[in-house]
């Protein structure tokens, strides 16, 4: 942490206390308030953590304001332009860009451990087939626990190495086999021929009767959606595998943890509920009763796919994502599916209406990721666990470096109590 000599001055009741001030490589200054309750008594308040920095990190850094996304400092459009996902999950882990012995070394490795527990089909087959692929994926990650216990101590750092391979190489043959079993058609074996983005196209639309072979555009569309979901700093699910963690408790299950979060709509579900959203419309002359839907005050509705916690300008990841919607809509000759039709006319009516345009609320990641996910055939059910998929190696890497940050704490945040004060139990007879 960059310590700088500079501090502020906070007075409570004619009282100063000084704040030490921490200047971070890019970003707004930090003021360092470990020391407050001890010295002043008092705690900080701030429900959503709109201005608290709850660690200090290396991997990813969003400045909202410009719409820039760096992974260890590259930018994300060069990043999807140039590189592919599998290098990026390199460069998250290990801080560096890898030689191309180093990479295929990577690729192979993890290509090596895409198959899962044989035993571990008898697990799904206890979900109902009607169950969400989420729901499926919180449990059987959940489980893999208690299928590999030889890399649960996370004390021992060749453990933690093995976990984290783990997670990356099985995760998109857990998503494939969630969606598999829930459509009723047996599982797909992983190919050590194919690239990651291949093998899980193929996992999820192969089957054993003919011949599956991979569209290299499609494969590539997918390759960037994995990538631009990679990693997110500090967002719901990245900070709640670092809480999970923060108790000690095994990655499997702090990974599990991390997709339950993400499945919530304001998160990762948000390309599910943009779909279904999408659905409901139904027809390009029922957006202007949507548009007057979300800006009403009384009505709870929010146009999915728009807005933005963090990014008040563009979300430099859409703008990619734009970019491989009209490729792959092109290449599949669906520009004229109704869906994408209102799609396409949603977007254009909320970027020129005043006020999507005032409280910057413009097309996210998963407007068009959804797009994307629905002309390839995937059933919006499957979109959430695509983003679990993809943020995995984010996770990962968020939680090594902080089992490996000497001054980890397990994590426990404050409350402004407005509870009852103190009061005596009283009988029920009394009641
Ligand atoms: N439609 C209509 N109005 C909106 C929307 C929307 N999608 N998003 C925000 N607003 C309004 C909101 O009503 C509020 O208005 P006012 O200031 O008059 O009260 C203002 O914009 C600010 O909203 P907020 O809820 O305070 O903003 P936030 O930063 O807490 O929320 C958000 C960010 C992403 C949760 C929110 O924009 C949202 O619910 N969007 C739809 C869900 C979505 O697409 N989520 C995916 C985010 S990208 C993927 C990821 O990183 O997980």
Redo the contacts with the bound molecule.
């Keep these: 942490m960059a310590d700088t000599k500079r501090t502020a001055k906070l007075t409570i009741d004619g009282n100063d206390y000084e704040l030490p001030i921490f200047s971070p490589t890019a970003g707004p200054d930090v003021l360092d308030i470990r020391k407050l309750y001890a010295q002043a008594g008092v705690f900080t308040y701030d429900p959503?953590f709109?201005s608290t920095a709850s660690c200090d990190s290396t991997i990813t850094y969003i400045d909202g304001g410009k719409g820039e996304l760096w992974h260890r400092g590259y930018p994300i459009d060069q990043l999807a332009g140039k590189s592919h996902y599998l290098e990026v999950c390199f460069l998250l882990l290990y801080g560096y860009l890898p030689t191309a012995d180093e990479l295929e070394d990577f690729e192979s490795l993890v290509t090596r451990h895409t198959m899962v527990h044989e035993q571990m089909i008898n697990f799904f087959r206890g979900f109902r087939r009607d169950a969400h692929p989420m729901a499926i994926m919180v449990g059987v990650i959940g489980a893999m626990s208690a299928f590999y216990h030889d890399s649960t101590d996370i004390s021992d750092p060749w453990q933690r190495e093995v976990a984290s391979i783990r997670l990356i190489a099985k995760l998109p043959t857990i998503a494939a086999m969630a969606y598999k079993y829930t459509i009723g058609q047996p599982f797909v074996y992983p190919r050590n021929d194919l690239d990651y983005a291949s093998n899980f196209l193929r996992m999820c639309f192969a089957v054993p009767c003919e011949d599956y072979e991979v569209n290299p555009i499609l494969a590539r569309a997918m390759d960037r959606i994995f990538t631009l979901h990679a990693d997110?700093e500090q967002?719901?699910?990245t900070s709640t595998v670092r809480l999970a963690s923060s108790s000690g408790a095994n990655p499997f299950a702090c990974i599990a943890a991390g997709v339950a979060c993400?499945w919530g709509?304001?998160?990762?579900?948000?390309?599910q509920?943009?779909l279904e959203m999408l659905k409901e419309i139904g027809t390009v002359d029922r957006i202007p009763e949507y548009i007057a839907r979300?800006?009403d005050?009384d009505d709870p509705?929010?146009?999915?796919?728009?807005?933005?916690?963090?990014?008040k300008n563009t979300?430099p990841r859409a703008t990619v994502l734009k970019q491989s919607a009209d490729e792959v809509l092109e290449l599949l000759g669906v520009e004229n599916n109704p869906l994408l039709q209102v799609a396409k006319e949603l977007e254009k009516v909320?970027l020129s209406d005043p006020?999507?345009v005032e409280?910057?609320?413009f097309p996210?990641?998963?407007?068009y990721s959804g797009i994307i996910l629905e002309a390839m055939g995937f059933p919006t059910s499957m979109f959430t666990p695509i983003?679990a998929l993809s943020r995995t190696v984010g996770w990962i890497s968020q939680w090594k470096e902080m089992i490996s940050d000497p001054q980890m704490k397990i994590g426990r945040p404050r409350q402004l109590y407005q509870g009852s004060t103190l009061r005596d139990y009283m009988d029920i007879e009394d009641r």
Aim: charged fraction near 20%; aromatic fraction near 16%; proline fraction near 2%.
């Design positions: 959503g709109t997110h967002n719901a699910s993400l709509p304001a998160h990762g579900g948000a390309n509920a943009c979300a800006k005050k509705f929010r146009l999915m796919g728009f807005g933005h916690r963090v990014y979300d909320a006020y999507f409280k910057k609320l996210n990641v998963d407007f983003f």
